[in-house]
Structures are given as structure tokens and as C-alpha cells.
């Protein structure tokens, strides 16, 4: 007999990673027999009994487990999950197929699921609900079809009276409608909703609801299924989480990505963490390469190493080499030292990052009498006011403005500041070095004086953007002519944890009209999305232009485990529970290296990976650009170095008063309260990152009192 094609679903892999190790290789092996063989007797092949579409089928891994599919064609399979033997009956006779009348694309509808998760909900809060107005009373059947909902859907929804319910059942439902319900729950019109949401993700040609064919090779079936008949391929996403081989676009993120007219001019693209952010990036740099004139070229930048050799990993994973060839994927001070090496070749000044600067300044500081300025307090003045504007003389540094700074200077003590900083920046042309946003605001001016023509990009795409200084805005701007794409922007100040504030107005990058929010997190559950909340308190932060930013609207659609939080007496007692705690997940079927560790300073991550491998579980040091294999065990770092990254389980330890905010990464507030009060929102936004990492488990530890962020 002929073999079949198999297409997986994106929901397989949750079932897929529930499943004891042990039969994890064995739906490979399943597979790779349902290619070859469909109608082979060991498979057992059949329709269930009762189910809801006469197209399901389920078939035998192993003696306990069974596949739950759908027969699209002769010889096209659609995996849907791998559960024991009795659950798959239930699952499979509760599921259809069906073909979208929006988007045209094929979507599964777990009825079993949804109905099951609607009658689940405690009875006292139905009493409660019920003496409300039904929440989608207003909203017509023949208005969920024109959506996009499906119609088995809506018998369900008419049920609601509430937001908490909706937020309880939208996990359950395909892609489409679970955006629309959302925003209908969050007080959208239907109008709204479709401009918004449906109208994006419509297709353009016509939907016919009996047409298998075209209907799989339209983008929202390519969204929700892996179609590949290799099985190299299939072991490789099996092997791999699914964010390290899948990068999908939901129709808002699809529409500022994608999108067929040009901006005229810089866009910027804001929202919380697992919002998306980045594979909007990805997929922009992709849509510009596509219809990239030859012989230019576009620049994909962010702010660390660690981030830019992710980027370029994310990238190839999208377009391949050929994708690859036409970007330019580099961290921005490495874009600022190249410039400047082109520039002066063998006479260009070595790089100091940023902590040796700082070290410099201290020491300076200490040899002055009085009055005596502190070194963090010159550090971020040279970096926040005379690089930031590029203060070259004593005239032009007395003539600036200082805003941001809260130490008011008069006259003799600016005069003081900068002879200080002559003499700072005397020494390093001595060493022949120079700080890393020095030699921006030099490459800045070089390239400030190039011709239209001479400018090396094309397009710009920045990710991490909260996290640029200004001398890196004013060499962007001068690396790219202005016009139609020029700058395309993703951040959240939300996020911002390093010393970098500024306007993007203010560097001739005007976004007025062109800057969208996004709202929906696909990655953190509804449970750690709120405690990640909570650690921000009532701080205010900055929309990347000089105007407040709020996480308005910002929720999950997923949920999940309540996140822990807990003291303990000793560090050793913490550490030790650590270790229980991390062998508990790996119990629960968490791999080793979907786990990771974080502590706001190396002492305390490297005490945690002690406690581990005291506790005979594989842990490593992650460190530097370097990135550890799957069986190296759980993955051990400061809060820095998590940035980017996500992992199944999150656990933070030490982030007790006496680490968290870390006493050395403050300005005295005697000596600059401004500056204070940013050193604090740092610290801040570094506990919400580190929190925001974790997908399904969330555990915060500290000895002795909690952090200020924890109360």
C-alpha cells in the first residue's frame, strides 16, 4: 500500500509534551509507520465511535496511547494529539474540522474542551454572573460569522456573563475567534473587531468551505499546522520546544509585518513581554527583503551580543541563507565600532564596556577633594547629558539642558563636572580607549556626514529599543536616508534594564501616526502575567518618546499554576528548597533545560547551581554569548542574561531586600534623586523580565526580608 502524508497541528505539542519520556520517541516511530503504511493492522485505524465529525480517526502508538487525526484526503492525516488510551476516544469524539470562513484556512474546534471548561466554573460564580446581562448579548449570530467565529462556538458563548469566564475558555478556541472574543469581552465593537482583527486576517481570495486543497496552502492553516512530509523534520520539532522551530504572526502582528503599503517613515511597534514583539520584527525584515532592490542591504539590530546571535538564529530558522545574505544582523555597538574602524582602521581605540568606564570614573572621583561628586553621578552625566548631545566644549556643556538629572549644578560646579570629564576623557586617549557609547556618539558624527548614497541601509529594524542610548538613535538615523521604511522599531520601556533614556522626536525619528500596541501575550499564563504585574506596582515608565506607557489592555490567553512565592530563614534554606522545588518540576515532565534559574548577581546564581549539582541534578552556568546544550540539565543565570529568553519554569531566587534592588547599582538619592528613582525602575523592570520568562511555572525566593518590588 501507498503511504500517507502527515501534517501536525500546533495544539500536538502540548499533548505531545505531557507524555512520559519513555513514549515521546515512540510517536516518531508512529509516524514514520503512517507514512509508509496507513491501513497497516497494527496501526488499528478507525473512526470513533459517536464522534461529532465523521472525518476523525485514531490509531494505536502504543497499547495504552492511541492518535487522535483527521482524514482530509486519500492519504493526508492531520495529527492532533497523543493521549492514553481512553482520553483520545473523548477527545477525538469531540473535535471538528472545519474550514474558516474569514481567514480560509483549516482550524480545529475542541467542543469536549470548551463545554467541559464552561460547566467546570464554580456554581457560586455562575449564581453571581447570572443576575448580569449576558456579555455578548449585543453581538448577533450572523455578526460572529461575518468574524469569523465558528458557529459551534456560539451556543457556548451566549452561556457568558462575565470576562473572567471568557478568560477562562478563549485557550480552548481556534486562533481567530479567540482574538475576536477577546476584544468583544474588552468592550470592542463589531465594527471595531473587524477593521481590527477579522478584516486583517481575511483572505483575498474566495473561501470555498468544501475546498481542502486551497484552503491548506493559505496562511492561517500554515499558522496552525506543520506540513512537511520529512521525517528529519518531524524529529526535529519533537526534539525542540516549539518556540525554538515555529515563529507565527496572528492577524495584528500579520498586518504591521506584513503590511503592503509602505510606512512613510519611522513605525514603532510597543506591547509586554510575549506580546510578540520580536517576530514582528522578524517577519518585517523578511517582508522588506522580499522586495529589496539588489545591491542593498538591511540592518537588524538590538542592543546585546546575546540578543543579536539569537535574532540572526530566529532569522535563518524563518528565511534560511538566502534570507540571511541580505541582512546585516549585529548588536548596535558593534554597528558603532565598525563604523568608527572603518573610519580610523589600526588607529580606532579599543572598547571598554561599560562597567570598566564606571570603574574609571569611580576612581577619578575618589582622588578629587572636595567638593567631591560621586562616580556614578559623573558616569551618568558624561553618558545622559554630554554624549547624549554630543557636548564637545565647556561653553556647549555650560549652555545644555540636564533634563532627567535631579542635581541641580550652578555655575563654578559645572564648571568642576567638566574638568572632570576633560580629564577623564584625557586618559582614555591615552589607554586609546574608549566606552562603547563614546565611540556611538563618534560613529554618529562620522556618518552624520555621508551623502544620502553613501548611507550603507536601506531599512533599519531595531529590537529591544527601550534599551538604546541616544548617541545609538543619532547613528541609526544617520546610517539610513529617510523615506518610505526607513525605521522600523520594536520595545517596551516596560523592559528597559539598562541606563538609557531618551526621545526618539528628539533624534529626527518622528512616529506620529505610525506606532501601534500590542495587547495579547501568547507566552506567559493569565497567573504569571499578573504576579509579573504586581512587581511593577503604580511606577511610571515612558513610551520610548517622552510620553507616559501604560500595559492598558495588556492580558494572556493562556492559563496555568498559581505563581509561588516564599521566604525562607537562611540562604542555605533557600537553596535547598530550590533544589526540591527544580526536582519537583523535572517530576512533573519539565526537561532539565526547560529550566531556568535566576539571580541578580553571579554570587547567588553560582550558590544555585552549587545547591543543584549538591542535589545530583544537572545544572550549567550560562554565561557570556555562549549557549549551553539540552543535556548540560537546568539552565543557571543572572537576571541580564535571561533577557530574550523564555523557558517552561522559572525559578528567582535571592530576591530579598539585600540583593533586590542591588545596593551598588544605585545612586545615592543625596546625590542625584532623578537618577535614584531610575536606578530603582531598573531594578524593577529587572525582576519583571526575569519573571515574564517563565510559561507554566513561576516560583520568587528570598532569606530574610523580601525586596521592596515584593511588598
Known amino acids: 500500500m501507498s503511504g500517507a502524508k502527515v501534517i501536525m497541528a500546533d495544539v500536538f505539542g502540548k499533548s505531545y509534551d505531557a507524555l512520559d519520556g519513555s513514549v515521546q520517541p515512540l510517536v516518531l516511530q508512529f509516524i514514520m509507520k503512517m507514512q509508509r503504511d496507513p491501513d497497516s493492522n497494527g496501526l488499528n485505524l478507525k473512526p470513533p465511535k459517536g464522534a461529532k465529525d465523521k472525518r476523525v480517526r485514531t490509531a494505536r502508538v502504543?497499547?495504552?496511547?492511541?492518535?487522535?487525526?483527521?482524514h482530509y484526503a486519500d492519504r493526508v492525516y492531520y495529527l492532533v494529539a497523543v493521549l492514553p488510551h481512553d482520553d483520545a476516544y473523548d477527545f477525538a469524539a469531540n473535535i471538528l474540522f472545519d474550514i474558516n470562513?474569514?481567514?480560509?484556512?483549516?482550524?480545529?474546534?475542541n467542543l469536549g474542551s470548551l463545554y467541559g471548561?464552561?460547566?467546570g466554573q464554580s456554581k457560586s460564580a455562575d449564581s453571581k454572573a447570572d443576575k448580569k446581562p449576558a456579555l455578548f448579548e449585543g453581538v448577533s449570530d450572523a455578526?460572529?460569522?461575518?468574524?469569523?467565529?465558528?458557529?459551534?462556538?456560539?451556543?457556548a458563548l451566549r452561556e457568558i456573563h462575565s470576562e473572567d469566564a471568557v478568560l477562562g475558555i478563549v485557550e480552548t478556541l481556534p486562533k481567530l475567534a479567540r482574538d475576536v472574543i477577546l476584544c468583544l469581552a474588552d468592550g470592542m465593537s463589531v465594527e471595531e473587531v473587524w477593521e481590527q482583527v477579522s478584516s486583517l486576517a481575511a483572505t483575498e481570495d474566495e473561501v470555498d468551505p468544501q475546498d481542502y486543497d486551497s484552503a491548506i496552502e493559505r496562511p492561517a492553516t500554515k499558522e496552525a499546522f506543520v506540513i512537511t512530509g520529512d521525517i528529519a523534520e518531524f524529529g526535529r520539532i519533537l526534539t525542540e520546544p516549539l518556540s525554538a522551530w515555529r515563529i507565527f504572526l496572528h492577524p495584528a502582528q500579520r498586518n504591521l509585518?506584513?503590511?503592503?503599503?509602505?510606512y512613510k517613515g519611522p513605525a514603532r511597534v510597543?506591547?509586554?513581554?510575549?506580546?510578540?514583539?520580536t517576530v514582528v520584527a522578524l517577519h518585517r525584515v523578511k517582508a522588506l527583503a522580499e522586495r529589496l532592490p539588489p545591491g542593498q542591504a538591511i540592518l537588524l539590530t538590538t542592543f546585546t551580543t546575546n540578543l543579536a546571535n539569537l535574532l540572526k538564529s530566529q532569522l535563518k530558522d524563518l528565511g534560511g541563507a538566502q534570507l540571511l545574505a541580505k541582512v546585516d544582523v549585529r548588536n548596535i555597538d558593534k554597528v558603532a565600532y565598525g563604523t568608527v574602524k572603518e573610519t580610523f582602521g589600526p588607529e580606532a581605540p579599543s572598547r571598554l564596556k561599560d562597567s570598566d568606564v564606571l570603574n574609571r570614573w569611580i576612581e577619578l572621583a575618589q582622588e578629587q577633594a572636595e567638593p567631591h561628586f560621586d562616580g556614578r553621578f559623573l558616569d551618568a552625566e558624561w553618558k545622559q547629558v554630554v554624549l547624549a548631545q554630543d557636548i564637545r566644549s565647556r561653553d556647549e556643556y555650560f549652555a545644555a539642558r540636564r533634563a532627567g538629572r535631579g542635581r541641580r549644578l550652578n555655575r563654578p560646579e559645572r564648571a568642576q563636572v567638566w574638568t572632570l570629564i576633560e580629564e577623564f576623557e584625557r586618559r582614555l586617549d591615552r589607554e586609546k580607549a574608549a566606552g562603547v557609547i563614546q565611540l556611538a556618539a563618534q560613529a554618529a558624527r562620522i556618518a552624520s556626514g555621508w551623502s544620502d548614497e553613501e548611507r550603507p541601509y536601506r531599512h533599519i529594524v531595531v529590537d529591544e529599543a527601550q534599551d538604546l542610548h541616544a548617541a545609538h538613535w543619532k547613528l541609526l538615523r544617520a546610517l539610513v536616508p529617510e523615506g518610505d521604511d526607513d525605521l522600523f522599531i520594536v520595545g517596551d520601556a516596560h523592559q528597559r534594564i539598562y541606563d538609557n533614556r531618551t526621545s526618539l522626536s528628539a533624534h529626527g525619528i518622528n512616529i506620529r501616526g505610525r506606532s501601534r500596541r500590542l495587547t495579547l501575550n501568547y507566552r506567559t499564563t493569565r497567573q504569571i502575567l499578573a504576579a509579573s504585574l504586581n512587581l511593577l506596582g503604580n511606577t511610571d515608565f515612558d513610551d520610548l518618546d517622552g510620553n507616559p506607557e501604560q500595559l492598558r489592555g495588556y492580558r494572556s490567553v493562556l492559563s496555568g499554576s498559581t505563581p509561588e512565592t516564599k521566604a525562607y530563614r537562611t540562604p542555605g534554606a533557600e537553596m535547598k528548597a530550590l533544589a526540591q522545588r527544580v526536582d519537583g518540576w523535572q517530576r512533573e515532565g519539565i526537561k532539565p533545560h526547560e529550566i531556568a534559574?535566576?539571580?541578580?548577581?553571579?554570587?547567588?546564581?553560582?550558590?544555585?547551581l552549587q545547591a543543584l549539582r549538591e542535589a545530583r541534578l544537572a545544572a550549567v552556568k550560562v554565561e557570556d554569548s555562549r549557549v549551553p546544550e539540552p543535556d548540560q540539565g537546568v539552565q543557571v543565570m543572572t537576571m541580564h542574561r535571561i533577557k530574550g529568553l523564555e523557558y517552561r519554569a522559572v525559578a528567582v531566587v535571592g530576591?530579598?531586600?539585600?540583593?533586590?534592588?542591588?545596593?551598588?547599582?544605585?545612586t545615592p538619592e543625596t546625590e542625584d534623586k532623578l537618577q535614584n528613582a531610575a536606578d530603582l525602575r531598573r531594578e524593577q523592570s529587572l525582576l519583571f523580565v526575569s519573571a515574564t520568562r517563565a510559561r507554566e511555572q513561576l516560583s520568587i525566593t528570598w532569606s530574610g526580608r523580601p525586596s521592596r518590588f515584593l511588598e
Open 655 to 666: 530576591a530579598g531586600a539585600q540583593n533586590m534592588p542591588l545596593p551598588t547599582a544605585l
Open 101 to 109: 470562513k474569514v481567514t480560509g484556512g483549516i482550524e480545529l474546534i
Open 597 to 608: 534559574v535566576v539571580a541578580r548577581t553571579h554570587a547567588i546564581a553560582d550558590a544555585a
Open 117 to 119: 471548561t464552561l460547566s
Open 270 to 277: 510597543t506591547g509586554g513581554p510575549g506580546t510578540g514583539k
Open 62 to 70: 502504543t497499547d495504552n496511547y492511541r492518535a487522535v487525526l483527521m
Open 257 to 262: 509585518a506584513e503590511r503592503k503599503t509602505p
Open 143 to 155: 455578526d460572529f460569522e461575518r468574524l469569523g467565529v465558528h458557529s459551534s462556538i456560539v451556543p
